[in-house]
């Protein structure tokens, strides 16, 4: 959860929107509760929190396999080393509203609750939509938000969606996460084990097990996935046949995608490891200050003021917990 604060500045509880502080406080905590409850942000990036101005990610290469050493054998030794990494600075986030003296005096309690739930609306709806815009700012290797943009490579420095994803040690071989292919029954299971085929920086098989699949709010996705996974039984088959992908896939339609995604021409979908995202760090999200609301008299307009600020990034470390497909001139599976 990403916490909120509020604090009274400067004579506030004496003033007269002193007694609505702490119900308006309440009604944004419940809110803010209520929006990460229904957030797909915490089942996509792996959420931490910072101290930091910035935060550097980072992995070591694998240790070379167990060797035979016989009775009474030595311990071979392997040295790690570390290969791509990424820094990625936090960046700050500010909104406001007022409280007119009006509504106090006539105890228009509801309009002001309602004003501290569009706040709060606002403040989970941004964090949704950057995580959204920075997923599908994958694509391309950056992405807007705010009129600024923002980076979404990996810590290889390609797009986090690429057909040339390099080997820190073999530089002349490359790796593709970055399909084409609608959605089909055959084409999950082709980008499933693509997945499961996808080597560590030493060439090593890294056992990925793809758990989660992500699309964007669009019907016909919906309708192709659901009859995909949905039915232990094959209905294509005249003998309803096992359908092997039932019960293997948590599916993730998250409707903020489809500000950021182009769905006139292709129809993205995305494979995604949960558990390697966990202990690898696919895409991570860093809360660095959570909601703080500062509220205080703003005499010149007889109005108290809330402002709000927060810091939070996010960003994209190793690229193999995560592959598209549905994408024009990507690989073929």
């Given at each position: 959860m990403a916490g909120f604060t509020m604090t009274k500045v400067g004579g506030f509880n004496d003033s007269i929107f002193g007694k609505s502080a702490e119900p308006i406080s309440m009604v944004m905590e419940k809110d803010i509760e209520a929006f990460e409850q229904r957030s797909a942000l915490k089942n996509i990036f792996d959420m931490k929190?910072?101290?930091?101005?910035?935060?550097?990610?980072?992995?070591?290469?694998?240790?070379?396999?167990?060797?035979?050493?016989?009775?009474?054998?030595?311990?071979?030794?392997?040295?790690?080393?570390?290969?791509?990494?990424?820094?990625?600075?936090?960046?700050?986030?500010?909104?406001?509203?007022?409280?007119?003296?009006?509504?106090?005096?006539?105890?228009?309690?509801?309009?002001?609750?309602?004003?501290?739930?569009?706040?709060?609306?606002?403040?989970?709806?941004?964090?949704?939509?950057?995580g959204a815009a920075a997923l599908a700012g994958g694509l391309t290797g950056s992405f807007t938000f705010g009129g600024k943009t923002f980076d979404a490579t990996c810590a290889d420095g390609k797009a986090l969606f690429s057909k040339s994803h390099p080997?820190?040690?073999k530089p002349t071989k490359n790796q593709s996460n970055l399909f084409a292919g609608s959605f089909s029954a055959a084409n999950l299971g082709k980008l499933a084990t693509a997945m499961q085929n996808f080597e560590g920086?030493?060439?090593?098989?890294?056992?990925?097990?793809?758990?989660?699949?992500?699309?964007?709010?669009?019907?016909?996705?919906?309708?192709?996935?659901?009859?995909?996974?949905?039915?232990?039984?094959?209905?294509?088959?005249?003998?309803?046949?096992?359908?092997?992908?039932?019960?293997?896939?948590?599916?993730?339609?998250?409707?903020?995608?489809?500000?950021?995604?182009?769905?006139t021409t292709d129809k993205p979908w995305i494979l995604f490891d949960?558990?390697?995202?966990?202990?690898?760090?696919?895409?991570?999200?860093?809360?660095?200050?959570?909601?703080?609301?500062?509220?205080?008299?703003?005499?010149?307009?007889?109005?108290?003021?809330?402002?709000?600020?927060?810091?939070?990034?996010?960003?994209?470390?190793?690229?193999?917990?995560?592959?598209i497909g549905g994408v024009t001139g990507g690989t073929t599976l």
């Open positions: 929190k910072s101290k930091n101005f910035a935060e550097k990610m980072t992995a070591l290469s694998a240790m070379d396999d167990f060797e035979p050493v016989g009775e009474n054998g030595g311990h071979p030794t392997s040295e790690f080393s570390e290969v791509f990494n990424k820094v990625i600075e936090h960046e700050t986030f500010k909104k406001g509203f007022n409280i007119s003296r009006e509504m106090v005096d006539d105890a228009k309690f509801n309009l002001m609750k309602d004003r501290a739930i569009k706040f709060t609306q606002a403040y989970g709806r941004s964090r949704e939509r950057f080997y820190f040690f920086d030493k060439g090593e098989i890294l056992a990925l097990a793809p758990d989660t699949i992500i699309i964007p709010n669009d019907a016909g996705l919906k309708y192709d996935v659901f009859e995909a996974i949905g039915a232990d039984k094959d209905p294509d088959t005249s003998n309803n046949g096992f359908n092997y992908q039932y019960g293997m896939w948590n599916v993730i339609v998250w409707p903020y995608l489809n500000q950021f995604m182009d769905l949960s558990h390697f995202n966990k202990t690898n760090g696919t895409a991570i999200w860093y809360d660095r200050v959570p909601l703080e609301v500062k509220a205080f008299v703003d005499n010149e307009n007889d109005s108290a003021r809330y402002n709000g600020y927060a810091r939070w990034s996010t960003g994209f470390n190793n690229w193999r917990g995560i592959a």
